[in-house]
């Protein structure tokens, strides 16, 4: 999505949005939010990540199934992380055109003369315990679960809270739009007063990270042989480096 000169700030999509990249949108909780395509390879690779990492004694219908479910509370965890960051975005007076949800969360569209580094701070915080929250719910469920002796459900449950709370840690990294870079944009932007130097400096940290991780992944891939793991690893690099690319449209 990029945002050509003289756009209008409103909640209708213009023609000139609808790029490869997000071609799927809708409204949830009156914000418009659009689906990056990057979700169809995550559910590839969480159903497949369910279906290896299950016990073989399930069939292999019910591991497809369960990892299904997992990808549905993934996205329903990411989502509900995205309409609080904007809840509060809202209260401080500052308006969500749109948000652009990545498998690690979402990207907001805000016009940058409604926001300041205070809110920016602000928002990257509650992202990051968003997902601690998030993660803490899971295993709460997780132990609950435990004590009825229902493997497959506690088992699931488990596996979506550590993927959560790995989650949070991956957005501690100092790159834009991760809530660490969030963190780094606000503290450049106080320092400079330059939104959009602010900004090119963390995406493209954001960016280098991304490829950081691809390259270790197909490290582990050719050294170790792990090529799960290492499929694990280059996923979110190249998500990264596209949301990244994407947050550098939003300012050029």
Known sequence: MEIEPGQESSGDIDPRERTVDTPYSGRVFQTRLRLHYTWFLAVVLITVA???QFSTAYSLWQRIVLGLAACLLFFLAVTIREFIINLIASRRGVPVVNVTLFVFGGLSRIEQEDN???????????????????????????????????????????????ITFMLTLFHLLPGFPLDGGRLLRAVIWKATANYKRATLITSWCGWGIGLLCIGSGIAVMVMAQEWFVGALLVFPGLVLQNASTHSRRLVV
């Open 50 to 52: 369910v279906v290896t």
């Open 116 to 162: 300041l580094p205070s809110v920016e701070t602000l928002l990257a915080v509650v992202g990051m315990l968003s997902n601690l929250v998030i993660a803490a719910m899971f295993y709460l469920v997780y132990f609950i679960l435990a004590r009825t002796g229902n493997i497959i459900i506690d088992v699931l449950v488990q596996w979506l809270a550590f």
